[in-house]
């Protein structure tokens, strides 16, 4: 494996992982779905069974979007004071919007990242 990577220069985990593309060669597709990560990339053939975000994406896209839709909401209140109705019929559905929309990118940054950084679970060595 370490041959194969030689080959590529090193590419930022922020633009591939953003665009949902290969961390090593840049160009494949990252997902097969939505969410589902692909088996490998089509162009570089980068096994992609080490890509496992676990809850970190969901983590961030709760910790973001409850800053801004809830900031939002709370300016809106201060401002101009609009019955309950106004906040679930246009931050409710703001809510899922933006969650659904951060889910992707973040998924793919951190995967991206767990590739540049070669990160992994831990494991014991035999001595
Ligand atoms: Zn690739």
Redesign the pocket.
């Known amino acids: 494996m370490e041959d194969t990577e030689r080959r590529y220069p090193p590419i930022s985990p922020l633009t591939t992982g953003l665009a949902g593309r290969?961390p090593?060669?840049?160009?494949?597709k990252l997902f097969s779905g939505f969410l589902t990560v692909a088996p490998r990339?089509e162009?570089?053939?980068?096994d992609y069974a080490f890509a496992d975000s676990g809850d970190g994406p969901a983590v961030f896209v709760t910790l973001i979007a409850g800053f801004l839709v809830l900031g939002a909401a709370l300016a809106v209140d201060l401002a101009y004071e609009p019955p309950l109705w106004v906040y679930i019929v246009f931050f409710g559905p703001l809510t899922i919007f933006v969650c659904l929309g951060m889910l992707r990118p973040l998924k793919g940054l951190l995967i991206a990242s767990q590739y540049t950084n070669k990160a992994a679970p831990g494991r014991l060595e035999k001595p």
């Open positions: 290969c090593r060669c840049g160009d494949g990339c162009v570089c053939g980068l």
